[in-house]
């Protein structure tokens, strides 16, 4: 088994040509934003497409999320394709995809300007970023086990399919996806902990919250998520152990339903309790 890559900027039409460089190039699989296709067919792992914020697309994409990289990299062995071509936006981001998967070097990288003409890819921007049109290179009928929602076919027409309706789109297929690449996306951490001090004192039983704070976990350049501390003045008669889980689980959820991001450890300490007179 050997790897080739495809790169090129987002919305520049890498996908929308993956098929006919897999071809050209004899690969029997392909790696796109966080899928394993092989022979026109999805196998493994669950694309970046799906996710409802850019940071947890990049994030699928790459292949850092919990079990995502483990999946596939099983699938991978157990299909064993001859060639597999990695679609990705840098070679710094193909060679990181190569790596989570276990896969050989990659011995050839093709980027988009060599068989993509500028006005082809202008085109390709214009409906990523305009119309929020993406295309998976496996037929609609394998979409439909693994995308609900809208599908957009090449006239422009959106209707929503039921899960026993299935429509043909030729060889490509574009969905839409939940969130925007509109710009990029930087999230403050006093945005964070705003998210944290509201969810905490949403709880009947705290008091007052103090001493939060907000680390990531940094592997490199790479954020990979979050560790969370806070003290908090909780009222008496409750049993803390089972208020405190409930508090981690609620601030866990709250913080990676708003963001995205990972979060790997809670930490709250009791600071004291609080008798209402």
Do not use: W
């Not at 709250?254 to 009791?270: F, L, R």
Request: aromatic share 4%; charged share 25%.
């Amino acid at each position: 088994m050997d790897v080739i890559a495809l790169v090129g900027p987002s919305g520049t039409g890498k996908s929308h040509r993956a098929l006919i460089v897999a071809h050209k190039h004899h690969a029997d699989a392909i790696i796109d934003d966080g899928i394993l296709i092989k022979n026109g067919k999805i196998i493994a792992g669950k694309s970046a497409k799906k996710e409802k914020s850019r940071i947890m697309a990049v994030r699928r994409a790459i292949f850092i999320l919990p079990g995502h990289a483990e999946e596939v990299a099983a699938a991978i062995q157990r299909v064993q394709p001859h060639r597999i071509l990695v679609l990705g936006t840098s070679e710094n981001m193909v060679q990181k995809i190569a790596k989570a998967l276990g896969l050989p070097p990659i011995a050839r990288i093709i980027h988009i300007e060599d068989i993509a003409t500028q006005a082809e890819m202008e085109k390709a921007r214009y409906y990523r970023l305009k119309r929020g049109q993406h295309i998976i290179p496996v037929p609609t009928i394998e979409l439909k086990p693994h995308f609900s929602g809208y599908l957009i076919d090449p006239l422009q027409t959106i209707f929503k399919r039921s899960r026993t309706r299935r429509r043909r789109l030729g060889e490509k297929s574009i969905v839409r996806p939940v969130f925007s690449y509109y710009g990029k996306l930087i999230i403050d951490d006093s945005c964070l902990k705003a998210i944290v001090d509201d969810t905490m004192r949403k709880s009947p039983a705290v008091e007052s919250v103090h001493n939060l704070v907000v680390r990531h976990i940094m592997v490199g350049e790479e954020d990979q998520g979050l560790r969370i501390t806070a003290s908090v003045v909780l009222g008496y008669g409750n049993h803390i152990p089972t208020l405190l889980s409930q508090l981690q689980r609620q601030v866990r959820e709250a913080v990676e339903y708003m963001t995205g991001m990972i979060v790997h450890e809670v930490s709250i300490t009791v600071k004291t309790l609080y008798v209402k007179g």
